[in-house]
């Protein structure tokens, strides 16, 4: 399928979805609301068949939180790219652990490394960082004086 | 935690493998809840090799920041700074000459045969045989040679950089390389033979850490992992980068979804890149090793995205750029860490022997899960 079809076809889907011009992948955000039942549907819709979740990253935008879901299909190789934007003092979004096994790990880096909050995840204790590390070390205004050498 | 200890049954036995224990090569530690020899969860605990790379790499520039990424992976370092030298020449549309292309195949097919050398010795180690580990790392010893010939380092390489490759190939390097395919080629079949077939071996990977299709996928796996699982997810072959569409080479794909078919997915990927090398090594183009570039580097205002196949799997590197000399965000999807993730799942159910067999077929470098 290609960028324009799919893009027809998730209009189809999620007719709130805002597309993003340029990149090579159908770039397009959602609602933190309407991220889970969206993503039921890239997984289960005929012709989508979204099974592989390759990258889930964060980026703090110092005003906001961007998620930012890479997802391709292994039946149709098409690829797309789903952005969400959170608060930034009470980042939230439903966890997709339960559709892309693959998000429970990276749902767990990502919480302990942008303080985002995903609910319902089955087990949000720290994965990289030691239990009582404090802050959010990929946050972009973390200071550590003692361990971070300014160049 | 007082809700953990509540749900373990009585009987049922937690123990900590790793860090520093023979089987984990290198600093993962397993939490393992135990009934009698049944495995009934297996928790990985991350992160005591953690750098933050990421964070490294926001206050480094475009020509500093492959340096750390040699640290990630270390036994396919090249194809570490391959891949982020990728995505700096997509943001910014260098065209690389075709001897830089060459070039970097080799480097990396040089580099896949390594560490599947290495992890064939640390495997068979893994399950009791000794010789094995020798013998992979004397024909390793060639390959690490003829990269200390060029690049300067044997490890940790920082070769290929962002618009072409750092020097041109040392004046013995085709010679080198072409010793060393004749090495491979009359040792490969005795080593094979002397592991691959011997019963012990294959009766302990056998229908052992199982992982379907649909499960490998789900967890996200690459590499010789899901290949070993029917998985077509080679990225030289789905978005081929470089030369590799010119080049003649099979995907190896196993459909076993065990350990065994992990292990034969290596074993004959070797073979694959070898004839890679074969193909290449006496029609490396004449020319410039390096396209001109400018002295300081910077990526246009936009997020771009590239994959490259390590020997472990897919490597994403992912730029955010704000036009700066320096990445805004860099994310690195790395292979072990998807990879890892499945562990738990082939586990359950098993037995704690089979463990190490599991782990050792997942071939997982620990500086890369925890970057």
Not at chain 1, 113 to 142: Q, S, W, Y
Not at chain 2, 124 to 150: K, N, V, W
Not at chain 2, 223 to 242: F, H, M, Q, W
Not at chain 2, 267 to 280: G, H, R, T
Request: proline share 4%; glycine share 6%; with cysteine.
């Amino acid at each position: 399928m290609t960028n324009e079809e799919l893009k027809i076809k998730l209009t189809e889907v999620l007719p709130s979805a805002t597309f993003e011009e340029g990149g090579e992948w159908v770039n397009l955000s959602v609602a933190p609301a309407e991220w889970k039942p969206f993503a039921h549907q890239l997984r289960a819709t005929e012709g989508l068949d979204f099974d592989f979740l390759f990258c889930v990253t964060c980026v703090d935008w110092k005003t906001h939180l961007s998620m930012v879901y890479h997802l391709t299909s292994t039946k149709h190789r098409h690829s797309i790219v789903v952005k969400s934007k959170l608060d930034r003092t009470k980042p939230e979004i439903e966890t997709v652990c339960d559709i892309w096994r693959t998000a429970e790990f990276h749902e767990r880096e990502q919480a302990e490394l942008f303080g985002v909050d995903f609910l319902n995840h089955p087990d949000l204790r720290k994965l990289i960082l030691t239990d009582d590390f404090e802050g959010f070390p990929l946050r972009k205004d973390f200071e550590d004086p003692i361990n971070m050498i300014k160049l | 935690m007082l809700e953990e200890v509540s749900a373990i049954d009585q009987g049922d036995m937690i123990i900590n493998i790793g860090p520093q224990h023979p089987s984990t090569h290198g600093v993962l530690q397993l939490v393992v809840t135990l009934n009698g020899e049944t495995i009934k969860k297996v928790e990985p605990h991350l992160g005591f090799i953690h750098r933050s790379i990421e964070k490294m790499c926001e206050s480094l520039t475009y020509r500093q920041f492959i340096y750390v990424t040699s640290r990630m992976d270390y036994l396919s370092s090249h194809i570490n700074n391959h891949g982020c030298a990728l995505c700096v020449e997509k943001g910014m549309q260098i065209e690389i000459p075709e001897r830089a292309k060459v070039i970097r195949v080799l480097m990396d097919e040089l580099t896949r045969i390594a560490s599947h050398e290495l992890w064939w010795g640390a495997m068979a180690m893994d399950l009791g045989a000794f010789t094995p580990f020798f013998l992979s790392f004397r024909e390793r010893e060639t390959i690490t040679d003829i990269m200390e010939d060029t690049c300067g380092a044997r490890l940790t390489m920082n070769y290929i950089v962002p618009g072409g490759v750092m020097v041109d190939l040392h004046p013995d390097f085709q010679r080198k390389v072409k010793a060393f395919i004749k090495l491979f080629r009359e040792k490969a079949d005795q080593y094979n033979e002397l592991v691959t077939g011997n019963i012990i071996f294959q009766s302990r990977m056998k229908n052992v850490g199982v992982l379907s299709k649909e499960d490998a996928i789900s967890y996200g796996c690459t590499g010789p992992t899901a290949r070993g699982s029917g998985v077509n997810c080679d990225i030289r072959k789905l978005y081929p980068y470089e030369i590799y569409d010119q080049l003649k080479f099979d995907e190896v794909i196993e459909t076993g979804c065990d350990s065994f078919s992990r292990y034969l997915v290596r074993v004959k990927e070797m073979y694959q890149s070898i004839s890679i090398i074969e193909q290449l090594i006496d029609n490396i183009p004449e020319g410039d090793f390096q396209a001109k570039t400018k002295a300081v580097l910077k990526l246009p205002k936009g997020e771009f995205y590239t994959r490259v196949e390590t020997a472990r799997g897919e490597l994403g590197v992912y730029i955010v750029s704000e036009g700066a000399t320096t990445p805004y965000r860099i994310k690195f999807r790395s292979p072990g860490f998807s990879n890892l993730s499945a562990l738990n799942h082939m586990a359950k159910g098993g037995k704690i022997g089979d463990l190490v067999a599991m782990m050792g077929t997942l071939d997982l470098v620990i500086p890369d899960i925890d970057r």
